[in-house]
């Protein structure tokens, strides 16, 4: 069964304080991970998407990474703007639908 | 934006009550589809559609049925609403080069007593 698991469940950072997200994942076969951010009360928002080990997306002051084995959501010189939860989700290549982790709860203070 | 709108926004309702959720996207997108958002649980999908008319089961099916009789709309029935079905509904469409690129609407929130 595909399992996607995000670290840590919450995350506290200062203004400017650098930190990573870590999506780690167990499918037979990848087709794509996607990362989303999430605002209170609103559905998730697109990010970016990986498709192989090796690959990197950049948007703004966030920076997704990939492996064969998780994926990291870098985040440089944070704002408060940016808190929210940040999702990510997999697609398998024998399956059609998405596998989404619970998300981390990031929270940027001034 | 991509034009998504979900109806309602929030309903409160009792057990055994029947409940339609609406999505309505403004673009003629193929492909759409329904999850429910819960603590401990992430989003989980329903069902969805890739047409008039054609549809298709997600991981968590039971208690719900849908309809898409038109591109645009895409119901989400729950024939006799029970307190697990208490939860956070969002329809989604695919709009991206990539299956997993969807675009959310707001949400609705039921709450089932």
Redesign the interface.
Known sequence: EDQ?TQSPEALRLQEGESSSLNCSYTVSGL????WYRQDP??????LF?L?SAGEEKEKERLKATLTKKESFLHITAPKPEDSATY?C???ETSG???T????TQLTVNP | DAGITQSPRHKVTETGTPVTLRCHQTENHRYMYWYRQDPGHGLRLIHYSYGVKDTDKGEVSDGYSVSRSKTEDFLLTLESATSSQTSVYFCAISAGLAPGELFFGEGSRLTVL
């Open positions: 996607v087709r794509g991970l996607f009360g609103k559905g998730p928002e697109f998407t498709y999702l989700a997999v697609h059609s639908r998405l989404f982790g619970e998300g």
